[in-house]
């Protein structure tokens, strides 16, 4: 039953931080603008959760955020075309794929995890960059001449922040185990 609390919670908190970062006008994006933490938190769930209800929580509370924020605060529509349903569908191949990192700390499989979070979030934001761009008014006009151009613009800026994300992550959940170490050792003299 603890672990069930304990999953729930982590969940709870996951939920949290992507209501904080998506990215819409929010009470945290007054004061400080974090780029959105939705990717990370599935990589996250995929590691050390495993379970589908976790992933569905996280998916179709980050579909709720862009929903409220469309209808009752006004953002722009602008992202969601039919291409929108392929967002969900590439956050669960994140969780899925997530399942064979074995760790998110550095440890000797660094490498391996690293490999695995660089070429999902890449693959991710190929499949969900391109079918975007094949709704836009640039497609209707020139077709894929000018994808190149917004590949080389966006996949810079956007896979960046996962991956900085990710390695914040990463050098919070190594140190953890060794401050808490710290903590009991500074106590017990």
């Known amino acids: ?20 970062t998506r990215g819409h006008d929010n009470w945290l994006s007054s004061s400080v603008h974090l780029p959105d933490f939705t990717i ?17 929580t996280l998916i179709l509370g980050s579909i709720a955020i862009d929903n409220y924020a469309i209808i ?55 499949i969900v960059t ?6 836009t008014a640039t497609y209707n006009k020139v077709g894929w001449v000018d994808f190149p151009a917004y590949i080389a613009k966006w996949s810079i800026i956007e896979i960046a922040i996962v991956l900085y994300w990710m390695m914040a992550v990463i050098v919070t959940f190594t140190l953890i185990p060794h401050i808490n170490h710290a903590l009991k050792y500074s106590k017990s003299v």
């Open 1 to 20: 039953m603890t672990k069930q609390i304990n999953n729930l919670f982590a969940t709870f908190i996951m939920v949290l931080l992507i209501i904080a």
């Open 40 to 56: 990370p938190t599935l990589f996250i769930a995929g590691v050390y959760f495993r379970q589908f209800w976790v992933a569905f």
């Open 72 to 126: 009752h605060q006004g953002i722009s529509a602008n992202c969601i075309t039919p291409a929108y349903s392929l967002l969900p569908l590439t956050y669960y191949g994140i969780f899925w794929v997530s399942k064979y990192i074995s760790t998110l700390i550095i440890d000797n499989n660094i490498v391996k995890n690293t490999f695995i979070i660089i070429a999902v979030t890449c693959t991710q934001w190929l």
């Open 130 to 135: 391109s079918s975007y761009y094949f709704f």
